[in-house]
């Protein structure tokens, strides 16, 4: 009786623990998809080299340092600005 309970115990652990390595392997393993989103042309967004007033892209959410934007091809002038402009949240 007491090996019976044992096993079933010892079992039941190596479901547990096979089912989260599994989990794990496949939630590692999925793709970004923001990652994976393809980029705007500056065209569509109407990008500009200089400043809208306070909309300029280093102070956007999109900015990725240097020059780059998450939603833009291609490098953009941190000084510059589009039609998407997202402010940044304040901490």
């Known amino acids: 009786m007491i090996a019976k309970a044992a096993l079933l115990r ?4 190596l479901q547990i623990a ?3 390595a ?4 496949i939630l590692a393993a ?3 998809t923001a990652s994976a989103a393809p ?7 109407a990008y500009q080299d200089h400043s809208d007033g306070d909309k ?3 102070k956007c959410a999109q900015f990725q340092p240097p ?3 998450k939603m833009v091809e291609g490098a953009i002038n941190p000084q510059g600005s589009c039609r998407i402009f997202m402010p ?3 901490s």
Do not use: E, M, Y
């Open 10 to 13: 010892r079992r039941t652990v």
């Open 22 to 25: 599994g989990t794990t392997t």
């Open 18 to 20: 096979f089912g989260w």
């Open 56 to 58: 300029r892209c280093d």
């Open 88 to 90: 940044q949240r304040q």
């Open 39 to 45: 980029k705007i042309s500056k065209a569509a967004v």
């Open 67 to 69: 020059d780059a934007c």
């Open 30 to 32: 999925s793709p970004n």
